[in-house]
């Protein structure tokens, strides 16, 4: 009888360390799958952005900053659009969304060309602080707009800065300059 419990115990513990083994490779499979599935994501997002630079005819220009390289002006508005948004904190999916149908008024654009358009936006502004990244794509509106399209460019920035509900006196600031340098 004493035999047979202490054979009992090893079929115990031979079973247990299975499933413990079992339970760690499972673990490792889920983690390499996660692991997997975020590099996927951001393999496509770069194929977006790389895409949307294709199409706008976006050129690198060897050490130039990005944000001196604009020449289009839709980039560099839909860039100051984004950078005004996230004055009062992290982009919501909303104020992407309300940036992209923005642009697409604004433009008369398709709406792949305006989630294009926020595509490039949003990495020219990503790095910078708000106030530099409209300071200085600011840039590349004055001169190259007529009246008309700058009043509706501002009317533009007061809709994405009340996305979030209302206009911070930082947010009502930048409109007001950006009034007073596209005149």
């Known amino acids: 009888r004493k035999e047979s419990s202490a054979a009992s115990d090893v079929y115990k513990r031979q079973l ?18 996660m692991v997997s599935r975020a590099t996927k994501g951001a393999i496509e997002l770069t194929d977006d ?13 060897s050490q130039t900053d990005p944000l001196d390289a604009v020449d289009d002006p839709r980039v560099a508005a839909v860039g100051i659009f984004i950078a005004l948004a996230r004055m009062d ?7 992407i969304s309300g940036i992209r149908n923005e642009s697409a008024l604004l433009f008369n654009t398709t709406d792949h060309e305006a989630e294009d358009l926020a595509v490039i936006g949003k990495w020219l ?11 200085r794509l600011t840039r590349h509106l004055v001169g190259r707009v007529s009246a008309n399209e700058a009043q509706a460019f501002i009317r533009s920035a ?11 006196d930082e947010q009502r600031g930048t409109i007001e300059m950006l009034r007073r340098e596209l005149r």
């Open 49 to 61: 952005v790389r895409a949307a630079f294709r199409r706008f005819g976006f050129t690198a220009k």
């Open 16 to 33: 247990l360390g299975l499933v413990s083994l079992l339970t760690v490779v499972g673990g490792i499979i889920f983690w390499l799958r």
């Open 158 to 168: 007061g809709a994405v800065a009340a996305l979030e509900g209302r206009i911070d």
């Open 89 to 95: 904190g992290a982009l919501s999916k909303e104020q």
């Open 125 to 135: 502004v990503q790095e910078r602080s708000p106030e530099e990244a409209i300071r």
